[in-house]
């Protein structure tokens, strides 16, 4: 009896995952500082389920929304620490990060972030632009990185077939 009212409550909470709505709302993060000649503006996305949802499924709009945060951060803080050093001489009074985000999917429990950074420091020749991807699934498996999207057999197999071929 007990196992029957398990495998109840686990396919009522499956079922309840799937039908709640995924809400996305756009943050944003702006700092400056004149002292330290830097200005940062990063746009990313933010994820719940509403105040209906499920204990459970709020948690896991948390854990979306703290890898966002960590890739966020990830590369705010690094543009910090090397703007605090920064005591060159030239024009540009102040190097800028900005970080944009595009959803290129959300269906199906799965997410698919990609985030553009621009970064211009001072006195350099050109300024940076890269992109950073976020793909997650968020009714079972959590974060996907790339290397679990493909087996290593298969990708050995793939290269070598376009090598010899």
């Known amino acids: 009896m007990k196992k029957i009212s398990l495998l ?3 396919f009522i ?3 309840t995952a799937y039908s709640q709505q995924l809400n996305v ?8 500082s004149v002292e330290k000649k830097y200005e940062i503006r990063a746009y990313y996305p933010q994820f719940d389920f509403g105040k209906d949802a499920l204990m459970g499924v709020n948690g896991i709009a948390t854990d979306i929304n703290t890898e966002i945060i960590r890739i966020i951060y990830g590369q705010i803080n690094p543009f910090k620490e090397q703007s605090a050093g920064d005591n060159l001489d030239c024009p540009q009074e ?3 990060l900005e970080i944009n985000y595009s959803m290129i ?9 990609v985030f553009e950074s621009f970064l211009d420091t001072r006195c350099a020749a050109h300024p940076m632009t890269y992109r950073t991807s976020f793909n997650y699934n968020y ?3 959590g974060l996907l990185a790339v290397d ?4 290593a057999g298969l990708c050995l197999a793939y290269f ?3 090598l010899l071929h």
């Open 8 to 10: 109840f409550i686990l």
């Open 13 to 15: 909470f499956t079922i």
């Open 25 to 32: 709302t756009s943050h944003s993060l702006i700092d400056t």
């Open 94 to 96: 102040r190097n800028n």
């Open 105 to 113: 999917y959300k269906d199906n429990g799965y997410i698919s972030i």
């Open 139 to 141: 009714l079972n498996k």
């Open 148 to 151: 679990s999207l493909f087996s």
């Open 160 to 162: 070598h077939q376009r």
